[in-house]
């Protein structure tokens, strides 16, 4: 398929492109030619292959969603300035009544 100018101005209007005239002519040309490549692509028979979601096989990087307790709460809490024995303790920052 080959994209005349009269075409290829009216695609710059609807995608709202206003290329300057010295660059009408050669984008024109690369459109037809990317156009051109996909005719080419649509020749290729498909018939007996099934359609891919990737050509790369994907595994699930994720682990499963299982709660598990890794480390003791004495152990956490060891590490803070200051806790009450369950719960850390920090400065207040809001100002109540």
Do not use: N, W
Request: net charge negative.
């Amino acid at each position: 398929m080959s994209l005349d100018k009269k075409d290829f101005l009216h695609l710059c209007r609807l995608s709202r492109l206003e290329p300057d005239a010295s660059a009408q002519e050669e984008m024109a040309q690369q459109c037809s030619r990317i156009l051109a490549y996909m005719d080419k692509l649509a020749e290729v028979d498909t018939t007996d292959v099934e359609p891919l979601y990737s050509p790369v096989i994907h595994e699930c990087a994720f682990r499963d969603d299982v709660a598990e307790r890794r480390r003791e709460r004495s152990a956490i809490l060891a590490d803070a300035p200051q806790t009450d024995g369950a719960f850390f303790i920090v400065p207040r920052i809001v100002e109540g009544k």
